[in-house]
């Protein structure tokens, strides 16, 4: 175990969820551009949607730019200048670009208070029960917005597992070229790292220099958050260090593809009677290097589910017993849209309720 000074941390391996190390990962801290990953998040969920489109254009109003020209890092907007999706996301990702946050969050919600509204909601839906959002490029703004490294580590892996393509084109690039000008991403895991491919680094004077590093190798993924270094190149060496350790100290067993069925689950008020259960993405057991197991398996869920019910969405876990090791509490998700019953759905669910059913 490598010596790791920050004094927050937080090392997961996610197919099997086990927390491989950890240091005050629900104390509340201030994140800096860490805030930036529910943005794309956000912006993600609405191009899904249909909402949002990736060649959508958006305005550089007067006011944004006298505010946000030259702030911190940016992608160098100009006034009235007009930037599709694709690009605000590129600048916002890869360069951490403050005036593409705004621009951004003033064309999908018309106000940067309607677009931190829309970031609470996803924070909400996530289970992010310690985050707050108050700005969506985390300027500093006297500690009203905050974070913890196991709210970010959550966020990050539904970013990945709800929206594996996008992810893949907007994360991952260690520079990008926008208006003619070259910026490097400050991920130290890039080019240092064999699978890095995420997420966000933070850095201002009230947060220190924080990192929301992720990297996958042989369908194995690791998701680290630090934060609170005083220095960036602590922060580097340390980073790389931890998620090495993470990849040399211990092993995955795999248990379960993506997509993989792994059983049903009841509903109630729906226009189906149940919803199958799948594998949101690869589920595996970790144990330490050398160390093999048979694991107990079983399926938990409180229920009957209500409808409606969103393809995708974690409604049970998988829970996985091991002599020796500590339970682990896998996610499973819905297989299938179930849309909420009418009337007739509603006597079905009363008749068979009578009856035991």
């Not at 593409?100 to 992010?128: D, H, I, Y």
């Not at 690039?173 to 000008?181: M, N, R, Y």
Request: aromatic share 6%; net charge positive; proline share 6%.
């Amino acid at each position: 175990m490598p010596q790791i000074t920050a004094p927050i941390g937080l090392l997961i391996d996610v197919n099997s969820g086990r927390v491989l190390f950890e240091r005050q990962s629900h104390r509340r801290f201030v994140p800096a551009s860490l805030t930036k990953i529910m943005t794309s998040y956000v912006a993600f969920e609405l191009i899904e949607q249909g909402k949002l489109r990736l060649d959508q254009k958006f305005t550089m109003k007067p006011e944004t730019f006298r505010k946000w020209h030259g702030v911190g890092s940016t992608m160098f907007l100009g006034n009235n200048s007009q930037t599709t999706v694709a690009d605000l996301l590129e600048g916002i990702v890869t360069v951490s670009a403050n005036d593409g946050c705004v621009v951004l969050a003033e064309g999908v919600a018309g106000s940067v208070p309607g677009f931190t509204a829309m970031m609470n909601a996803e924070a909400r839906k996530l289970g992010m029960r310690d985050t707050h959002y108050n700005t969506p490029n985390g300027w500093m703004d006297e500690g009203q917005t905050w974070v913890s490294a196991a709210d970010l580590a959550k966020l990050s892996m539904a970013l990945i597992t709800r929206h594996p393509v996008l992810y893949k084109t907007f994360y991952g690039h260690p520079h990008a070229t926008l208006g003619g000008i070259t910026q490097n991403n400050h991920n130290p895991l890039y080019g240092h790292t064999e699978g890095a491919d995420g997420v966000k680094t933070g850095f201002t004077n009230e947060a220190g220099y924080g990192l929301v590093g992720t990297a996958m190798r042989g369908g194995r993924r690791l998701m680290m958050v630090v934060g609170g270094y005083d220095r960036p190149n602590d922060r580097a060496q340390q980073s790389r260090a931890l998620i090495e350790w993470g990849f040399a100290a211990w092993a995955s067993q795999p248990l379960y593809r993506a997509g993989a069925h792994l059983g049903e689950a009841l509903v109630q008020g729906g226009e189906a009677r149940s919803v199958g259960l799948v594998a949101p993405h690869d589920l595996a057991l970790t144990l330490p290097a050398g160390v093999s197991a048979k694991p107990t398996l079983s399926i938990r869920y409180k229920g009957p589910l209500r409808a409606p019910i969103a393809k995708g969405q974690q409604v049970a876990t998988l829970l996985v017993r091991t002599p020796g090791q500590p339970e682990e509490a896998l996610p499973l998700a819905a297989a299938e849209d179930v849309p909420e019953g009418g009337v007739v759905a509603r006597l079905r669910d009363g008749m068979l309720a009578l009856v035991g059913r």
